[in-house]
């Protein structure tokens, strides 16, 4: 069990005020700033809900309870080591600094000072001219400096900080974003009002409402186990943390001295940095474990992460350690960020990797991860063709139950990461590729609603009829300026209308490719004013593939069994498109 010292109510200036103890974010225990403008509205909203209640006298109101926040707290309180809160403390800064900054364009004598009060008191100051800045709030090692060079620098003299530094991670770009966001709240708030005199007094009401009114709970406790104990029960309740900060925070606590911190802080300053996007990391981190394991689902993946390790590091730790893990997740990283960049350097194996993210076919990243640690990428071809044909003609046509294939899928990523042959993987994934007879009648009767999938299966047919063909302009393909479009249209008129109209107007025989923007007035209606559009089509999957047919000219009606037609069509084209046997492992 934890040991709290105690648990203490505290307001925003009480915890990052001039005269406390610093607050400092360890750089072995916490993430980089994470919120998006989802959060970050959510936080103004409920801050301008509070001032208004706050201005009406009602006792109730006087005070916001924003949340706990978790410190390890020496004997002698000199500083505060924070293990949860950064989000809203960094939030809150944030927003300080938005109404120094627009107190200070004001350019009256009496915002000014209240600027420079707002930045010596709460954000940042120096003691003596030649001291060093002493800031409030010190975030972690992924985000110090540029949150120092963004939002804490401030200069008195020219009523700005200097911003100098680059965005080089998606943290900082959250931050800006932050920044900006809440800055044209602000703005907008006062375009309300009509002399400087009523901004002036809107502007120091906020204030007083973050200084005074936001109140937290600090949570005091003596040691990092202790913190993290309660940080975790904290966060296993909500949303607050994820996989990723917990598996850090976890290698963190397991670490044996500080070369095995150094360790993990390297691998996590790779994970920053080869990754544009947050979520791509989490799905890296299970996709890892995935490949090594099995399947594991997201919401179990830190308990498994954590039981499993601690296992290991418990038992062998001088074969199995922190240091191991961690720089096993390093090397991977690197690797996955090339696949989801489709940036291997090999344009077939290229090519399709661009296919598997179309698709969002991430159930074949975990293999094609294990199958990169010990295979070069252009080995590594056959694999990648042979899981995409199954996951289209099981998945995507065959509309059957994805656990199965994942579950085969990744028990091949298992064994490869464990040392099986890569030629084994490869027929092995192919015995489970549907057969044609079954992949024509899925593809004959499919019904594909979700845009992203048919528009790869109908580009997919378009390349394959453009091969076929020798027409090598794919200009049109190449700058995606092309849409899907529904021939029998998805709102034709009532007397145009099928009684079947949902059954058909999604079937992939009804579906099409056509060049520019789609346009909604044209796209609806009937064929004979609108057939010229695809008869002179540069898409060959409109000009070539029977669309007529869906059309009876004599009685001016749409035909739906012209749709069965042209899909069977399609179905025959498709066998080549997606073989069950991949030619290089016939």
Same mark, same amino acid.
């Given at each position: 069990?934890?040991?709290?010292?105690?648990?203490?109510?505290?307001?925003?200036?009480?915890?990052?005020?001039?005269?406390?103890?610093?607050?400092?974010?360890?750089?072995?225990?916490?993430?980089?700033?994470?919120?998006?403008?989802?959060?970050?509205?959510?936080?103004?909203?409920?801050?301008?809900? &509070?001032?208004?209640?706050?201005?009406?006298?009602?006792?109730?109101?006087?005070?916001?309870? =924003?949340?706990?926040?978790?410190?390890?707290?020496?004997?002698?309180?000199?500083?505060?080591?924070?293990?949860?809160?950064?989000?809203?403390?960094?939030?809150?800064?944030?927003?300080?600094?938005?109404?120094?900054?627009?107190?200070?364009?004001?350019?009256?004598?009496?915002?000014?000072?209240?600027?420079?009060?707002?930045?010596?008191?709460?954000?940042?100051?120096?003691?003596?001219?030649?001291?060093?800045?002493? #800031?409030?709030?010190?975030?972690?090692?992924?985000?110090?400096?540029?949150?120092?060079?963004?939002?804490?620098?401030?200069?008195?003299?020219?009523?700005?900080?200097?911003?100098?530094?680059?965005?080089?991670?998606?943290?900082?770009?959250?931050?800006?974003?932050?920044?900006?966001?809440?800055?044209?709240?602000?703005?907008?708030?006062?375009?309300?009002?009509?002399?400087?005199?009523?901004?002036?007094?809107?502007?120091?009401?906020?204030?007083?409402?973050? @200084?005074?009114?936001?109140?937290?709970?600090?949570?005091?406790?003596?040691?990092?186990?202790?913190?993290?104990?309660?940080?975790?029960?904290?966060?296993?309740?909500?949303?607050? $943390?994820?996989?990723? /900060?917990?598996?850090?925070? &976890? $290698?963190?606590?397991?670490?044996?001295?500080?070369?095995?911190?150094?360790?993990?802080?390297?691998?996590?300053?790779?994970? *920053?940095? /080869?990754?544009?996007?947050?979520?791509? =990391?989490?799905?890296?981190?299970? +996709?890892?474990?995935?490949?090594?394991?099995?399947?594991?689902?997201?919401?179990?993946?830190?308990?498994?992460?954590?039981?499993?390790?601690?296992?290991?590091?418990?038992?062998?730790?001088?074969?199995?350690?922190?240091?191991?893990? !961690?720089?096993? *997740?390093?090397?991977?990283?690197?690797? #996955?960020?090339?696949?989801?960049?489709?940036?291997?350097?090999?344009?077939?194996?290229?090519?399709?990797?661009?296919?598997?993210?179309?698709?969002?076919?991430?159930?074949? #990243?975990?293999?094609?991860?294990?199958?990169?640690?010990?295979?070069?990428?252009?080995?590594?071809?056959?694999?990648?063709?042979?899981?995409?044909?199954?996951?289209?003609?099981w998945t995507v046509v065959g509309t059957r139950e994805s656990t199965l294939l994942e579950e085969n899928l990744f028990g091949v990523a298992k064994e490869l990461s464990r040392g099986g042959a890569l030629g084994d993987a490869v027929k092995r994934v192919v015995g489970w590729v549907p057969d044609d007879d079954a992949?024509?009648? !899925?593809?004959?009767?499919?019904?594909?609603?979700?845009?992203?999938?048919?528009?790869?299966?109908?580009?997919?047919?378009?390349? &394959?009829?453009?091969?076929?063909?020798?027409?090598? /302009?794919?200009?049109?393909?190449?700058?995606?300026? %092309?849409?899907?479009?529904? @021939?029998?249209?998805?709102?034709?008129?009532?007397?145009?209308?099928?009684? /079947? +109209?949902?059954?058909?107007?999604?079937?992939?025989?009804?579906?099409?490719?056509?060049?520019?923007?789609?346009?909604?007035? %044209?796209?609806?209606?009937?064929?004979?004013?609108?057939?010229?559009?695809?008869?002179?089509?540069?898409?060959?999957?409109?000009?070539?593939?029977?669309?007529?047919?869906?059309?009876?000219?004599?009685?001016?009606?749409?035909?739906?069994?012209? @749709?069965?037609?042209?899909?069977?069509?399609?179905?025959? %084209?498709?066998?080549?498109?997606?073989?069950?046997?991949?030619?290089?492992?016939?």
């Amino acid at each position: 069990m934890a040991i709290i010292k105690q648990a203490a109510r505290q307001t925003l200036g009480q915890l990052i005020g001039a005269n406390n103890p610093i607050v400092t974010v360890p750089d072995d225990s916490q993430r980089q700033y994470s919120w998006t403008k989802k959060e970050v509205d959510v936080y103004w909203a409920d801050i301008e809900k &509070f001032k208004e209640g706050r201005e009406s006298g009602k006792e109730s109101s006087s005070e916001y309870f =924003i949340g706990p926040v978790v410190t390890i707290t020496a004997e002698q309180v000199s500083g505060r080591a924070l293990l949860d809160g950064q989000q809203r403390l960094t939030t809150s800064t944030i927003l300080l600094a938005v109404i120094r900054d627009v107190l200070w364009q004001t350019n009256a004598p009496e915002a000014k000072l209240s600027a420079n009060n707002i930045q010596r008191d709460y954000i940042a100051r120096k003691s003596g001219r030649k001291d060093p800045m002493e #800031y409030f709030l010190v975030l972690s090692l992924f985000d110090r400096d540029f949150f120092r060079d963004y939002i804490q620098t401030w200069s008195e003299i020219t009523g700005e900080c200097a911003r100098t530094e680059v965005a080089t991670r998606p943290s900082h770009h959250l931050i800006k974003d932050a920044y900006s966001n809440l800055y044209s709240k602000v703005q907008s708030r006062l375009q309300c009002f009509a002399d400087d005199e009523d901004r002036l007094d809107y502007l120091d009401s906020l204030r007083e409402c973050l @200084i005074y009114g936001l109140v937290f709970v600090e949570i005091q406790t003596p040691t990092s186990s202790d913190a993290n104990e309660v940080f975790e029960t904290i966060n296993s309740r909500g949303k607050d $943390l994820s996989t990723v /900060d917990l598996v850090r925070n &976890f $290698l963190m606590e397991k670490s044996r001295g500080l070369h095995e911190k150094e360790r993990v802080n390297n691998a996590w300053r790779s994970l *920053l940095d /080869d990754f544009d996007r947050r979520e791509d =990391i989490e799905k890296f981190l299970r +996709h890892f474990w995935v490949s090594r394991h099995g399947d594991v689902k997201s919401h179990s993946l830190y308990v498994t992460i954590r039981k499993s390790l601690t296992d290991h590091f418990d038992r062998r730790p001088q074969i199995y350690g922190v240091g191991t893990f !961690a720089a096993e *997740l390093e090397n991977a990283a690197s690797r #996955y960020a090339e696949l989801l960049s489709q940036n291997t350097g090999d344009p077939d194996f290229d090519a399709s990797l661009s296919e598997i993210k179309a698709l969002s076919a991430d159930a074949l #990243y975990p293999l094609l991860l294990s199958a990169s640690e010990n295979s070069a990428y252009h080995e590594m071809k056959d694999l990648a063709k042979a899981a995409l044909s199954y996951y289209v003609r099981w998945t995507v046509v065959g509309t059957r139950e994805s656990t199965l294939l994942e579950e085969n899928l990744f028990g091949v990523a298992k064994e490869l990461s464990r040392g099986g042959a890569l030629g084994d993987a490869v027929k092995r994934v192919v015995g489970w590729v549907p057969d044609d007879d079954a992949f024509y009648v !899925a593809f004959r009767d499919a019904s594909i609603p979700k845009q992203a999938q048919s528009r790869y299966l109908l580009t997919k047919l378009e390349v &394959f009829l453009r091969s076929e063909a020798d027409v090598h /302009d794919e200009l049109a393909l190449a700058s995606g300026k %092309i849409h899907v479009d529904n @021939i029998y249209p998805s709102r034709p008129s009532e007397s145009l209308k099928s009684e /079947d +109209h949902e059954a058909w107007v999604n079937r992939l025989g009804n579906l099409t490719l056509l060049t520019g923007r789609r346009n909604q007035v %044209i796209a609806n209606l009937p064929y004979s004013e609108k057939k010229h559009i695809y008869s002179d089509s540069p898409m060959l999957v409109s000009s070539r593939t029977q669309v007529d047919s869906l059309w009876d000219s004599d009685a001016s009606i749409w035909r739906m069994q012209g @749709i069965v037609e042209r899909q069977e069509y399609l179905a025959s %084209i498709a066998l080549k498109v997606w073989p069950s046997i991949i030619p290089e492992c016939a």
